[in-house]
């Protein structure tokens, strides 16, 4: 545990939690003195035996610090350079950087006081020309609250080719608001970009496949157990078949099989693009929903359900990736790696679901007597919910603006077309087979 948060003890441990805004969760605090977002910004750059992180800091985060002032709040130049020194080391506590999973200490800091206006932050060269140039005049107009903190840390490494993390812990209780950009610069390769919030945890700048694998697949997981459109399609899938698990446990492989192809898509730029194609999925979606409900109510055919799910999971696969955009940051090099990783833990979460309901459903339909009649009652409400969710999101599809028909977009209305004919015809197919079944069994019995 870090030591500055236990007693905190002496001018430093209060100046590193002023700077970090953890005093600004306790202090009364008017509400137009913070931002609704408080961005950092920052650049990592391993480089022989040493990693460079420069890093700017909006002067908000030291809104508690008894910084000298002068006139109507402007910052006294002239006397803050112990107070930046002290605050540089303090941003190294809580914007720890890793190598091979070893903490690193900064063997070197400085520190500047920037404008509001400065723009040296676009690049890792012009951030580290800016904080080791000139500082300030003493006699600039920099307000309290509106300019930035900028620091350049240097921290000895065995190598620039090393296994490099970073773990954001500025101000968690900021988590909502407080975002950080931080750009790896690798000896070798392109740079790569993050935005991460307050708490995120450990950030590996440039991850290794099990390292990406491992974030995707727990991505994946949790992703199933919050999103509760897909929770309620899954229900509809196995609430008639709860004692078939083999069988039910293809059914839901086939519905990773299938998402799994959209995600994919998705991720390559393969689909529409334009604010009316997520409403959209996510009718389709609900819809996906109404339609299994029903198919329950009438006599869900287990022989056939499989194909059904698996054209259903092409249109969920583009609800995933909707959710999934801002993760894809975090899977460096390994994109294929990590979508399959991500659609494996959906598979572990829809496995965890079925170990929990199943059981569930064996302790309300114990009798075979009320079984059918518990599908039926059960299956209606996943309809009516499924039902008002559709027509919610009818609603929405009317707000958007439609695309104009040109190459690339006719190009995206095609796959989209063909996934939704496809999964249109399965449908058409299966309820048609069913009737003739019917027919024929109302022959016999004749």
């Given amino acids: 545990m870090d030591p500055l948060h236990g007693t905190q003890r002496g001018r430093a441990g209060l100046l590193l939690a002023a ?20 961005l950092l910004h920052g650049f990592v750059k391993p480089e022989g035996e040493r990693l460079h992180f420069v890093v700017r800091v909006p002067l908000i985060m ?74 300030l005049p ?47 610069i690798p000896p070798a390769g392109s740079i790569r970009a993050y935005e991460i919030h307050a708490g995120f945890g450990r950030l590996a700048l ?29 229900f509809c899938l196995v609430i008639p078949f709860r004692r078939r698990w083999w069988d039910l446990l293809k059914i839901i492989t086939a519905f990773t099989v299938a998402h799994t192809i959209t995600l994919i898509a998705a991720a390559q730029g393969l689909v529409p693009a334009g604010d009316w194609f997520p ?14 409900a029903l198919e329950n109510i009438v006599a869900a055919d287990l022989r056939r359900r499989w194909l059904i799910t698996a054209a259903f999971g092409l249109v969920h696969g583009f609800g995933f990736s909707f959710a999934l955009q801002q993760d894809l940051q ?6 294929l790696l ?35 009649f518990g599908v039926v009652i059960l299956s209606v409400f996943l309809a009516h919910t499924g039902w008002h969710w559709m027509l ?32 249109a015809w399965a449908i058409v197919k299966q309820w048609n087979r069913r009737l003739a079944a019917q027919r024929r069994a109302g022959d016999d019995l004749t």
């Avoid at 005093?23 to 931002?35: E, G, K, M, N, Q």
């Avoid at 440039?206 to 309620?232: C, E, M, N, Y």
């Avoid at 975090?330 to 994109?335: C, K, R």
Wanted: aromatic share 8%; charged share 20%.
């Fill in 19 to 38: 700077m970090l805004g953890l005093i600004l969760l306790s202090l009364p605090v008017r509400a137009h003195d913070i931002p609704n977002e408080i």
């Fill in 62 to 135: 030291l809104a508690s610090m008894s910084l000298p002032k002068r006139g109507p709040g402007y910052l006294d130049l002239a006397r803050l350079d112990h107070a930046l020194e002290t605050s540089a080391t303090a941003t190294a506590r809580q914007i720890q950087l890793y190598e091979d999973g070893v903490r690193l200490t900064p063997s070197r800091v400085k520190a500047r006081i920037s404008q509001p206006s400065d723009r040296s932050f676009e690049t890792f060269e012009t951030a580290r020309v800016r904080i080791a140039g000139p500082k």
């Fill in 138 to 184: 003493a006699g600039t107009n920099v307000f309290w609250n509106q300019g930035f903190f900028d620091a350049h840390l240097e921290y000895p490494i065995r190598s620039d080719q090393s296994d490099f993390a970073l773990d954001m812990r500025v101000a968690p209780g900021l988590s909502g608001r407080l975002k950080m950009i931080v750009r790896y």
């Fill in 206 to 234: 440039d991850p290794r496949w099990h390292q990406a694998a491992g974030v995707f697949v727990k991505s994946g997981f949790f992703h199933i157990l919050d999103g509760t459109d897909h929770l309620l399609f899954l």
């Fill in 279 to 292: 409403p959209l999925v996510e009718t389709l979606i609900a819809a996906s929903i109404v339609y299994m």
């Fill in 330 to 335: 975090f899977a460096g090099d390994h994109l």
């Fill in 338 to 372: 990590s979508l399959v990783s991500f659609n494996v833990g959906v598979e572990l979460g829809q496995i965890l679901v079925l170990l929990l309901v199943l059981p569930v459903l064996g302790l309300l339909f114990r009798r075979r007597s009320v079984e059918r």
């Fill in 392 to 423: 919610d999101r009818v609603q929405g599809l009317r707000n958007v603006e439609w695309p104009s028909l040109d190459a690339a977009s006719l190009a995206g209305w095609g796959l989209l077309l063909l996934l939704v004919g496809g999964a």
